[in-house]
Structure formats: structure tokens, C-alpha cells
């Protein structure tokens, strides 16, 4: 079975651009999670998602923004990039989403943006 | 807002010698996660803890979670080279968000180096 899917593995964009990510679940996994991490620093809670609704956001400003497909796989869209943008985007997929959710995420390889 | 604090930030130890991280929050947890990233690599699932005062083992990994709730402790007997990595805990914290809705917040990992 194939695990966390992300694309594109490494991008590079200027300030000001825009940017896509995507990840694809693994497959049965409906919620997906997505976090920042800045180098040496631990995962910033980005947004959920479960069954296309979102679920929970992090502190993070509206020029980030994401959603869920009818397959439960998800983008995150940044706008306006700015340097401290610069990290490695993680998708997290689960079965299920909520505080009763017994089960530990299974990360995506990651996605490392830099912003020059 | 709410905060997962984990020390030390680094760990320097002998082959052999015992390591352990502390994890601390500053509100009740419904359940705490650990994780091991590896230099260049992902997050990946060890364990969760979800009763008060739970202790769970895999191998040489002790895992604890305090009676509050609120703590939770990782201890590895007779490191190896195999061990180098960063280990998170993560706790998932209650938050009413349109039904339940926990959100998995990560501290900032302590960083285990081991010398042959």
C-alpha cells in the first residue's frame, strides 16, 4: 500500500508568488492535517480536514488556505509568500479526525519550500 | 494559547548511557503521542498514551503519561547509534470546534545525538 503522498518534494518561489501543495492519503484515510516546520523547530499545526470539511486551524494568517477533495486528498494554497514562509510543509493522514481519535498520524515525506 | 513544552532541547550522550525527554501542557490532554524524525526525514509514530499514569514499553522505550494528565515522559535504556534522531511528543488537546475536534500539537523535539 502506498503511504502520505506529497508533490512537489522540493520548491523554490520568489516573494509575492504563489504556491500549491498537494498530498494524497493513504488510502481509507479520510482526515488529513497539515503542518509547518521551520528548521529545528517541531511541527506547527496548520489545518484538518475530515471528509472535505475543515476541522481545525492553527494560528496561522489567511494567506494560508487549504481543502479536501471528493477523495480525500488535500491542498494547501500559500499567498503572497513571504521569507518566513521558508519550511518543510508536512501532510499528516489519519482514518479519523476528532479528540476521540485514537490513532497516530502517518506523515508524508514533506514538502520543502524555500522563499527567495 | 495552548503549549506543549518539551526539554531538554538537546541531548549529547555515550552509547550505552540512558536518555530521557520530558513533555509538559499547560492543559489537560486527552491523549499524547510521541514521534521520531530522523536527520532529513519525517516524523514517524512510536506511541500513544491515552489513561492516567499509563506506562507503556517497546524494547528499550519507556513511555509515561502523568496521573494529571498533563506530562508525559519518553526514557530509552542503553542507547544505540540507531537511536539518533529528534523525538516530539505531541498532545492532542480538546477544542470545541463544531462538534469535537482535537488538534495534535507538537513541542519543539529533543534532539538525541549518540556517540559511538
Known amino acids: 500500500d502506498a503511504g502520505v503522498t506529497q508533490s512537489p518534494t522540493h520548491l523554490i518561489k520568489t516573494r509575492g508568488q504563489h504556491v500549491t501543495l498537494r498530498c494524497s492519503p493513504i488510502s481509507g484515510h479520510k482526515s488529513v492535517s497539515w503542518y509547518q516546520q521551520v528548521l529545528g523547530q517541531g511541527p506547527q499545526f496548520i489545518f484538518q480536514y475530515y471528509e472535505k470539511e475543515e476541522r481545525g486551524r492553527g494560528n496561522f494568517p489567511d494567506r494560508f488556505s487549504a481543502r479536501q477533495f471528493p477523495n480525500y486528498s488535500s491542498e494547501l494554497n500559500v499567498n503572497a509568500l513571504l521569507l518566513g514562509d521558508s519550511a518543510l510543509y508536512l501532510c499528516?493522514?489519519?482514518?479519523?479526525?476528532?479528540?476521540?481519535?485514537?490513532?497516530?498520524?502517518?506523515f508524508g515525506s514533506g514538502t520543502r519550500l524555500t522563499v527567495v | 494559547g495552548q503549549q506543549v513544552m518539551q526539554i531538554p532541547q538537546y541531548q549529547h550522550v555515550q552509547e550505552g548511557e540512558d536518555f530521557t525527554t520530558y513533555c509538559n501542557s499547560s492543559t489537560t490532554l486527552s491523549n499524547i503521542q510521541w514521534y521520531k524524525q530522523r536527520p532529513g526525514g519525517h516524523p514517524v509514530f512510536l506511541i500513544q498514551l491515552v489513561k492516567s499514569g499509563e506506562v507503556k514499553k517497546q524494547k528499550r522505550l519507556t513511555f509515561q503519561f502523568g496521573e494529571a494528565k498533563k506530562n508525559s515522559s519518553l526514557h530509552i535504556t542503553a542507547t544505540q547509534t540507531t537511536d539518533v534522531g529528534t523525538y516530539f511528543c505531541a498532545g492532542r488537546i480538546f477544542v470545541n470546534y463544531g462538534g469535537s475536534q482535537g488538534n495534535l500539537i507538537f513541542g519543539k523535539g529533543t534532539k538525541l545525538s549518540v556517540k559511538p
Open positions: 499528516a493522514s489519519s482514518p479519523v479526525a476528532g479528540h476521540g481519535a485514537n490513532y497516530g498520524y502517518t
